[in-house]
């Protein structure tokens, strides 16, 4: 019994230390409430990362507006599933000539 008790001591002996403390938020970006000295610093990492992109000239990497996209016409052949496999038909809309 008294094994037991020394045992049981020991694990809420070491099991106190072992407490969480608080999160704290910390910003690093001054714009965001930060230190006003990461500010250079920041400046100077986009930069060199920026090193390594080609120039807008070169024809690559996006940002070049609009693509140019052709997609083929689509025919789905439901296999007579909904009665007829002809699409409807729709005749344009003609204007009469009489002009009053």
Do not use: C, K, W
């Not at 694990?11 to 910003?27: E, M, N, Q, S, V």
Request: aromatic letters at 4%; a negative charge; glycine letters at 16%.
């Amino acid at each position: 019994m008294t094994r037991l008790a020394v045992t049981l001591i020991a694990l809420l002996g070491t099991a106190a230390p072992l407490a969480a403390g608080d999160l704290i938020y910390r910003p690093v970006n001054p714009a965001f409430g930060g230190p006003a000295n990461n500010f250079d610093y920041l400046v100077g990492t986009a930069q060199i990362q920026n090193q390594h992109r080609p120039e807008q000239s070169s024809g690559g990497g996006g940002g070049g507006g609009v693509p140019n996209i052709s997609f083929p016409d689509i025919s789905i052949d439901l296999g007579g599933a909904l009665g007829s496999a002809t699409p409807p038909t729709t005749t344009p809309a003609t204007s009469s000539g009489s002009g009053s």
